[in-house]
């Protein structure tokens, strides 16, 4: 099984590739040592979208589905953490089965609507516009609940002003459970990715990541090697979706509130920019690159909303038209190749210079 | 009696107008490149906004609206040469450039221009038929709607440059070898469907509050009338915008606004998993 | 000798156009049955049937004592079917060897696949290409690198369309060997197949299409002798 940690789908393999990865784990689990607890809830903050940005990865770059519905899914799960927690009186009991309920919810929308599109035989564009048609029509739903009447049990849908009151994820525990805050949110969040990127990356180069490849690249091959496609479409779809599910209910814990805004336009741009920048057919690329996007949105974010949207917005262009393959996976290319001739030649010749 | 079914109908063709007026553009560059314009919005915006700019200059209405019209063309046509045509055998890219170009223009509006933009009041007053009051300038739209699909059969039925488009629709290699010029024939193709989407906007520019993001109003409907149309406007848009507009307005009527809208999309899930090429497809293998 | 895939009064018709009229056809256990006729007569159709890219106007469709008729291509191939189509269809940004792999991954216990693939790329004559891009092959690597993975499914029946298209002829004697190699080693072989000195090297069995029907059937010795089928070729008219 470990074996499938380093494979055709995934770039990085060998001591030196793990090396880095260790210390950039280390280094991370180090880093509230010596943070201000403030930068290390925002760090947290960050983790939450990488979620959504592997399952885009998983499905747009491993197997070719275009899908802009990633805050559909993550709405829905948020919203539906909400909803049974707060139902539920919050506690342990209430955000645990919360956590449960929005994955569940967001797994068997995905199923769903997934069923319907890729039966529908709906592909390339069509499904990149019909799943972000979905989404946008969940955002203009969810903005028109203003009023009182649009609750469900104690919970209240609130319109734009979004919906509050549940609790963070809480574990069981001595004094009516752990919350999951701050510096704690920050190493489970830490230890879910770790996860969560390993197991991703296992399945990426076991055999149902080689009919996804296989799939991408030409699915009427895929077919006649006997593979039933839409099958493992549907399943792909459904394994993305649920993590950005996942990042709903963590972003939902993490501030205790969601509004139809994280679903809607722009919000919805993010995930594809995300994972299209960072190089979409490699998970490592997307992991770093995602990250590194969100701290430099944010950094601006601070002087101008507007603008940050806009170099999003240019940056995405610009990947398409000159970097199609992704910023973040053309340089770990360039890396790789560059420690491959270093192998080779183990010493430059110098001598032969002169 | 009259009136309560004139009711009906009016309900009706305000919402097929819009259908009709805000996915014929889309429709058109979908058809002919197979490209799906996500910056669809972003050009019906630029219609209102021109309209709305110009009427404020002094222009009277219509030519007001010829103006956001033209502006939104010749947009469209330098679009095509400096952003979607390096992408021409990769759809799924020019579909991501046009979302980023989306992002910039709404993003970028709202920085230079700001939140809010004077907007224009709906001329030509109402009309009475029986009980009830209507606008007649919805009736306009209704109009122009129907002109627009005149528009498109005389275009590609009766034109030169129509005989050239589908020739490149149906084989654009072999249109090529026989002297069609593609690149031009893109170029236009995506100026006359950026065109429409800004004489949209410029249509609906005296019905609306003016904001930056307004073009995202407009995809949705745009979208799901394309989905279910398939490639062509004539055969696919127009069926596709009456089954809507009635399934819209039945569920409006009965049930309101939210249910209509959620309703429409689920209707157009079932219906894409009947009808896999659409009402194109669909109407094609009836006749073929 | 056991029939292996029977075709029943098969038609297909596009439109008004009826481009496979009632074909009936057997294919039994062990025999390199070719498929050939002019141009248009409907032989890349039929195939399209038969691997389940189009569904019959009428018709039935038995494999390995199944009604396969309606049944979905992935899995008339997992019953035991294999098809190299007419155009070399690969995974053209994947590594060759990784082509394989995802050809077999499936039929072949995991301890044995890099053997397996090994064994296989050796002797399609791609033992050096192995990391390359499948799309970089020549357009004839391409093909027998198709046929590698038409074989790899371990079917018991393998469709070969037109397999030596665009082949120089010494390429054709070899996919000709490597076709006779297969089919020694207990393969069913049915191909369609322009070249007749190919028909003729390897064939055990002719069915000649022409218009959507059968034309004639029989052994390559018949076919060739047969001077209706050297009309339909050359054009003559038929004498009434």
Known sequence: MLKLLEGPQTMGRGP???????????????????ADPYDVGNFGYFF?????????????????????????????????????AIDLG?????????????????AVAAAVLGYFMIYGRINGVFFGIVTLSVTLALAYFLGQTAGPEWAIGKARLNGFNGMQGMDPLTFPGPDGGIVLEETLFYYVLILGLAVAYLLLRMLANSRFGNVLVAIREDAERAELLGYDVRRYQLAVFVLGSTLAGLSGVLYTSWGQFITPSSIGLPAASMPIIWVAFSGRTDLTATLVGTFLLLLGFQSLTIYSQETALVL??????????????GFVLGIGDLLARLAMRRRREPRPAAAAEV | MLGNLFAGFYQFADVFAFLVLSAAGLAIIFGMMGVINMAHGEFVMCGVYVTAASYHAGLPLPLAQACGTAVAFLIGMVLEAVVIRPLYTRPLDSLLVTWGLS?????GTLVLVGSTFPGIGTPLGGFRVGDYTFSAYRMVLFAAAIGVLGFVWFLFLRTRFGIQARAVMQNPGMAQALGVRRNRVYALSFGVGAGLAGFCGALYAPTMSLIPTMGSSFIVESFVTVVVGGSSVLLGTAPAAVALAVIRTGL????????????????????????PDGFTGWLTRRTA | MTTLLELQGVSRRFGGFLAVREVDLAVEAGEIHCLIGPNGAGKSTLFKLVVGRYEPSAGRIHFRGHD???DAPHSRVQRGMSIKMQAPSVFRALPVRQNLHIAMQHHVPPAELAREEERLLELLGLASEGARP???????????????????????????DEPTAGLSPEETFRTGELVQRLAAGGMTVLAVEHDMSFVKQIATRVTVLHLGQVFARGSVEEIVSDPRVAEIYLGVPHAA
């Open chain 1, 16 to 34: 030196a590739f793990w090396g880095a990865a260790g210390v950039v784990l280390l280094a991370a689990l180090a880093y509230p040592m010596f």
């Open chain 1, 48 to 84: 939450v979208w990488i979620f959504m940005a592997l399952g885009l990865c998983m499905m747009w770059g491993l197997c070719g589905m275009l899908s802009f519905g990633q805050t559909f899914f993550f709405g829905l799960a948020g919203y539906g953490y909400g909803v049974i």
């Open chain 1, 90 to 106: 919050n506690g342990p009991l209430g955000t645990m089965a919360g956590l449960v309920g929005g994955l569940v919810l967001a």
């Open chain 1, 312 to 325: 999003m917005g240019a940056l995405l262009m610009a990947t398409v038209l000159f970097v199609p393959r």
């Open chain 2, 103 to 107: 992002l910039v223009v709404t993003q």
């Open chain 2, 252 to 275: 409006n009527a009965w049930y309101g606004q939210i249910i209509g809208q959620i309703g429409l999309l689920v209707a157009v899930i079932l219906i894409i998993r009947v009808l």
């Open chain 3, 68 to 70: 396969v008729t309606r």
């Open chain 3, 134 to 160: 499948a799309g970089e092959l020549s357009h004839g690597q391409q093909q027998w690198l198709e046929i590698g993975m038409a074989v790899a499914l371990k079917p018991t029946l393998l469709l070969l």
